[in-house]
Nanobody
Framework: QVQLVESGGGLVQSGGSLRLSCVDS????????VTWFRQAPEKEREAVSS????????WYADSVRGRFTISRDNAKNTVYLQMDHLIPEDTAVYHC??????????????????????WGQGAQVTVSS
């Protein structure tokens, strides 16, 4: 059973950068697609980026494309979200979530939240203007 631990949130000025990490602390032989979600106060949760291990593709929301980069280090069981050119609208709690990939699955784009097998504890990202 995958278990996710996040790190890397913080406070940064507009235009700055942060990198979030999402570590799977339970090593498995399964393939997992990982999505980063965020939720700002009084706003709905939204997917910002995802990466499929099985299909080796990444997806980005329009609001972050060109500014955020998702990557994974399989040797370290870690998925990263590099966030550059941050703006105040990026302020939110960021969660990573993992869904197991299997023959015939297609998680090239984010799955609905109820599909996910595990969630990280959340990391606060605050961007000041």
């Amino acid at each position: 059973q995958v278990q996710l631990v996040e790190s890397g949130g913080g406070l940064v000025q507009s235009g700055g950068s942060l990198r979030l990490s999402c570590v799977d602390s339970e090593v498995t032989n399964d393939d997992y697609a990982v999505t980063w979600f965020r939720q700002a106060p009084e706003k709905e949760r939204e997917a910002v980026s995802s990466i499929s291990k099985r299909h080796n593709v990444a997806w980005y929301a329009d609001s972050v494309r060109g500014r955020f980069t998702i990557s994974r280090d399989n040797a370290k069981n870690t998925v990263y979200l590099q966030m550059d050119h941050l703006i105040p609208e990026d302020t939110a709690v960021y969660h990573c979530a993992a869904v197991r990939e299997y023959d015939g699955s297609n998680f090239r784009t984010p799955a609905p939240p109820h599909y996910y097998d595990a969630w990280g504890q959340g990391a606060q990202v605050t961007v000041s203007s």
